[in-house]
């Protein structure tokens, strides 16, 4: 079942974080299905740009609403992924999207203010959501790409001017996450007085934390075992995902974990059978792997459990 996005975070607003997941392909979509199932978890399947120009829009547009039908017990919503203005008036005329993101980060603040409140008037008049993003990230995803000397924390106090002037739904603010599988170079962690001091601002209102993979440390030494050479990867500590939601992040995105376990599960096949030539028994075991993955991260993220009370919720 699909609900809108703001549904999602009234439920889930202080007491658990919705798990954002991106999909490309069938066999993702249908583990993430089955691993949210398994774990009774809403949650949210995201299409970023990169993927609607990688499988095509209605593709993946389709495959969603297939799943839609094979699982009739899922709730979630349905986003798009750091789209441009272009792309987010797609989605939005395509009347498919629960809601959809506007990255316009890069831009200046007034910049960024002019092009978020365009695509809200646009996505509101239709009753669909609109996160925006203030701050930006370090990293690579995609197209998108910050060096670390051009990455920078959210301001709270411009991000309660930001909300009050463009009506964003939800904001992804930058506490010092980043994308890809190099997040960090020691031991730093998560800047949550920027969450408290957004929060004591504009109480109630829904965060989002992007880059928020965690990079787990056993698939990155699976992955260099099977021929990898991914030196120096690491992630957000997953135990830090509770405590943000407590403070308000609705929405934590985890993307750079699924193509790791993808790597490591297609790395350990073919060194393991190199006489195998068919892609479906290799799809099979991906879909499995990927389905606890996923269930496992909602367990981390608070919202395992609580599929049931979101459907009930929904008049």
Request: proline share 3%.
């Amino acid at each position: 079942m699909i609900i809108t996005t703001n549904q999602l975070f009234e439920q889930a607003y202080g007491k658990y974080a919705i798990g954002a997941y991106n999909i490309n392909n069938a066999e993702q979509t249908m583990g993430l299905f089955r691993g949210c199932l398994d774990s009774k978890a809403p949650f949210i399947i995201q299409i970023s740009k990169g993927a609607r120009n990688y499988t095509n829009k209605l593709m993946l547009e389709s495959m969603i609403r297939a799943a839609d039908q094979i699982f009739p017990d899922a709730v979630f919503a349905v986003h798009l992924d750091h789209g441009d203005e272009a792309a987010c008036y797609d989605c939005i005329k395509s009347g498919f999207y629960s809601s959809v993101m506007i990255d316009a980060s890069h831009e200046d603040f007034e910049g960024n203010i002019a092009t978020t409140k365009r695509v809200v008037d646009a996505a509101h008049a239709k009753g669909i959501s609109v996160e925006a993003e203030l701050g930006q990230l370090g990293g690579v995803e995609e197209d998108i790409q910050v060096s670390e000397d051009k990455a920078h924390l959210t301001d709270p106090i411009q991000a309660a001017e930001f909300i009050e002037r463009t009506g964003c739904d939800s904001l992804a603010c930058a506490i010092g996450t980043s994308h890809g599988a190099f997040k960090f170079a020691g031991s730093q962690g998560l800047h949550f007085e920027v969450v408290e001091a957004i929060q004591k601002l504009k109480p109630g209102y829904p965060l989002v934390m992007h880059g928020s993979s965690s990079v787990p440390q056993d698939e990155v030494e699976r992955i260099n075992a099977a021929g990898g050479a991914l030196k120096g990867a690491k992630g957000v500590d997953a135990n830090q995902y509770l405590p943000a939601a407590k403070l308000g992040v609705c929405k934590i995105n985890i993307d750079t974990d699924g193509r790791l376990v993808w790597t490591r599960v297609h790395r350990e096949f073919f060194r393991d059978k190199p006489e195998v030539f068919d892609f479906r028994p290799i799809g099979i075991v991906f879909m499995d792997e990927y389905a606890k993955f996923i269930a496992s991260r909602n367990v981390l993220l608070g919202s395992a459990g609580h599929l049931d009370e979101v459907r009930a919720s929904i008049k």
